[in-house]
């Protein structure tokens, strides 16, 4: 399994921005895909995941409510859309395919992309 992040950049807050995470390799249709994310000298946290199938969405409290989670299995591409940005959601995003439903801590996730970074103005 192959995942790769796409999609950051700069962003003024209050601004939106999609990031996509394309895979290739074969994922299973119960897996989840995560996104994390991880600012300088703080750990990797979790974001939000979905099914495979684009199904079941769960979100951190920090992000719910601005972002929202969604797949296109026949792109093999995971989206993250993210709106209302703030100043403290400035961080390397990274996406991440595991097996357990559910589960919010990176060790719970086998495969990871490169990150893309977000940076939001204030």
């Known amino acids: 399994v192959q995942l790769q992040a796409s999609g950051g950049g700069l962003v003024q807050a209050g601004g939106s921005l999609r990031l996509s995470c394309a895979a290739s390799?074969?994922?299973?249709?119960?897996?989840?895909i995560a996104w994390f994310r991880q600012a300088p000298g703080k750990e990797r946290q979790f974001v939000a995941a979905v099914r495979w199938t684009g199904n079941g969405p769960y979100y951190s409290d920090s992000v719910k409510g601005r972002f929202t989670i969604s797949g296109d299995n026949g792109k093999r591409t995971v989206y993250l859309q993210m709106s209302s940005l703030k100043p403290e959601d400035t961080a390397v995003y990274y996406c991440?395919?595991?097996?357990?439903?559910?589960?919010?801590?990176?060790?719970?996730?086998?495969?990871w992309g490169q990150g893309t970074q977000v940076t939001v103005s204030s």
């Open positions: 991440a395919a595991g097996p357990t439903y559910g589960a919010t801590l990176p060790v719970g996730y086998n495969y």
């Open positions: 390799g074969r994922i299973f249709s119960s897996w989840i």
